[in-house]
């Protein structure tokens, strides 16, 4: 593409993208086959031989794909038919003619880290899919519902302040309700540290109260343009028409604890009014680990209502209520499980971009969302969002994310510098957060 910069790549030796294919994807699919190997009791009980052969199939289709990444083998076009198997081989057929003739075929250590990332994951669902009649298992389901359970203590606290708020919704006045909104987008932004990737599938639940860690946590926000959140909203709701709607869409990233806290930053913009409805996006196949699919986003909702606490079940209670009234709304599509960088969706997923055109704001959760917003480039430091953005403006927009890849633009000259001094990881270890706004003021 003219005028960006080269992508990330496993080419650069040391970086954070070379030590994720070298160590952290092999050791995710070790466990995907150790957590297949353990569920063999369970397919042998439910599908009898046929289960267990099915075991068997899928581990070996996994250990040769662990084998292809570990000896930098060529990238293979997928066999088995899904919605997005052509789709995915096009795309393959388009990075080779990337290549100049002397490079080969795309590979491992050579091709775009976002891209060989993605094809991974959709390897795993491939394996999974290829080998019936366990072809609906989800691999990391087991992970991501942990993730949820040892973040009970922290989920209690964050249902206690929401009803709290919701109670006393009415007799908060403007600069209450701004204080909230701000805590709120702070707690969805902190709740984006519990992903199972970065941790390599290792546990990576939310454990304190985060509320009380907030103050303490804003200097480690690089970016905070919630300013322009606030102002977009309540002008919003200040110039709607009685019948009118304002809607809010959240591209969701993990589930377990930061799905809690973009539910119930989601609960807050209803109740407050400066939503009328939220459009959710989950992924329609297992990816990244713990990245939220309907299985799950059902299962959250279920679990918070038949909790013995009284607030998580009102949680849960409340939020059935708004999907039943249509004011929540979770949708699918392929788009987000396909290796493009979003600025090429207007022509890979013209439906979803008309989708997303119809939304007053977009919330894009997590890393991998800014990866694909930035295009997974080698950016300056200083260059503005909306030009990392390479024409993708669907609607206003704002990245909630923690640092978790050697990427980050829209910064202040210097202020990368002044990180990079201190702290050599500082872009990789999820510490630093942004609020990152792109949209006209
Ligand atoms: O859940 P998130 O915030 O998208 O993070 C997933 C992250 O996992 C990693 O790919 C590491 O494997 C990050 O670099 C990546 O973006
Ligand atoms: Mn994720």
């Not at 070996?60 to 081989?89: A, G, M």
């Not at 388009?94 to 880290?113: H, M, V």
């Not at 390479?390 to 000259?413: D, M």
């Amino acid at each position: 593409m003219a005028g960006t910069p080269a992508s990330l790549s496993g080419r650069d030796e040391g970086s954070f993208a070379y030590l994720t294919i070298k160590d952290r994807i092999p050791q995710i699919l070790t466990k995907v086959i150790d957590t297949l190997h353990r569920h063999k009791n369970e397919f042998f009980e439910k599908h009898g031989e046929k289960g267990t052969e099915a075991e068997k199939k899928a581990i070996s289709l996994l250990s040769k794909l662990r084998n292809e990444l570990q000896t930098d083998k060529p990238i293979i076009p997928f066999v088995e038919k899904f919605v997005d198997t052509d789709i995915w081989n096009q795309y393959l057929e388009y990075q080779q003619s990337l290549l100049n003739e002397n490079d080969g075929k795309p590979r491992w250590f050579y091709s775009p880290w976002l891209f060989v990332e993605c094809y991974m994951y959709r390897r795993i669902h491939e394996a999974i899919i290829q080998s019936p009649p366990i072809d609906d298992f989800d691999v990391f389901k087991e992970s991501k519902d942990q993730n949820f359970f040892e973040s009970r203590e922290s989920i209690i606290a964050l249902c206690t302040h929401l009803q709290e708020v919701v109670t006393a919704i009415e007799d908060l006045d403007e600069n209450q309700l701004k204080d909230e909104f701000f805590r709120l987008l702070q707690i969805s932004l902190w709740g984006n540290k519990c992903d199972l990737s970065l941790s390599g599938g290792d546990t990576s639940s939310q454990k304190t109260n985060i509320i009380n860690s907030l103050e303490e946590l804003k200097p480690l926000i690089l970016v905070n343009d919630t300013e322009h959140l606030w102002s977009l909203l309540t002008n919003c709701k200040k110039t709607r028409e009685k019948a009118s709607i304002t809607r809010v869409d959240i591209v969701l990233d993990n589930s377990g604890f930061e799905l809690v806290t973009d539910l119930v930053l989601a609960d807050f913009l209803l109740s407050s009014q400066l939503a009328t409805e939220i459009h959710f996006y989950g992924k329609m196949i297992p990816w990244f680990v713990s990245d939220t699919t309907i299985h799950d986003f059902n299962w959250l909702i279920e679990q918070m209502k038949k909790s013995d606490d009284k607030c998580m079940s009102q949680c849960g209670a409340a939020w059935e209520t708004y999907i039943n009234m249509g004011r929540w709304v979770y949708q699918d599509h392929i788009f987000w499980t396909l290796p493009h960088e979003f600025c090429v969706m207007s022509q890979v997923a013209p439906g979803l971009y008309a989708e997303l055109q119809k939304a007053h704001l977009i919330l894009f959760k997590g890393d991998l969302n800014y990866r694909k917003l930035t295009g997974d480039r080698k950016w300056e430091f200083t260059v503005p969002f909306h030009q990392a953005l390479n024409g993708f403006h669907p609607a206003p927009l704002c990245s909630i994310r923690t640092l978790k890849a050697e990427i980050q633009v829209g910064l202040r000259p210097g202020q990368a510098e002044q990180y990079m001094a201190s702290e050599p990881n500082w872009l990789t270890t999820g510490k630093y957060g942004v609020l990152q706004f792109d949209g006209p003021l």
